[in-house]
């Protein structure tokens, strides 16, 4: 029995991990950081949230299938993950958008989006998308205790977020120090088409 619950830890481990360095858990909070001029601390903090919603929609959902079984799991492949794909294209063709109407070349201090509204639909695009593969985990894991469902969700949790915030964190570094001086008035549209392309990614491998 030991060895089979450190086998349920050692899992949602590695499954969120892995999970947490597919490129739109982290790499478009570097991006929108550089393009709405975001500090390093503001963009941890809002992948932070996003984090967070992403993995306590992860441990409801893993909750209901403890519950229910594993059936209600085609619904985040035919639904919900489709859908955040889309939040992020839709996303990153705004951005295209704006920076094509913007009207001056370098109005570095007007911000086209509001906070607000980026939060919310990176918030969106992550809880939409909750883990997958880590599902039957807390569906073997309702054998034992509530309390060993709450171990792995605070797993869970911990692995994602802390590996999204590192990632992002290094992303960001590497996006601020590229010199886009020569192409300074097409960021957005830059920025907007790399979304974009993650998104179409993500609809098709997940």
């Known amino acids: 029995m030991q060895q089979t619950i450190i086998s349920l830890i050692g899992a949602t481990f590695i499954i969120a991990l892995t999970h947490a360095v597919m490129p739109n858990h982290w790499m478009p909070f570097a991006l929108i950081g550089k393009g709405q001029k975001w500090s390093l601390t503001k963009t941890i903090c809002i992948t ?16 209901i299938i403890a519950l229910l079984g594993l059936h209600i799991a085609k619904y985040t492949e ?32 007007h911000s086209n989006f509001s906070d607000k509204t980026i939060v919310i639909s990176l918030f969106m695009m992550l809880s939409c998308s909750p883990c997958v593969a880590v599902l039957p985990i807390f569906l073997a894991a309702s054998r034992y205790s509530w309390g060993m469902l709450a171990l792995l969700s605070i797993i ?24 886009l001086c020569r192409i300074e008035h097409y960021e957005r549209e830059i920025i907007g088409g790399i979304l974009s392309v993650i998104g179409v990614i993500f609809l098709f491998v997940h």
């Open 156 to 179: 869970l949790s911990a692995t994602t977020v802390s590996s999204m915030l590192v990632l992002t964190a290094l992303a960001y570094s590497g996006v601020r120090k590229i010199n």
């Open 78 to 109: 035919t639904i919900a993950e489709p859908l955040a794909a889309s939040i992020l294209i839709i996303l990153g063709i705004a951005f295209i958008i704006i920076g094509r109407l913007r009207p001056c070349k370098h109005n570095h201090n």
């Open 48 to 63: 932070a949230i996003a984090g967070l919603g992403h993995s306590i929609a992860t441990c409801i959902l893993g909750t």
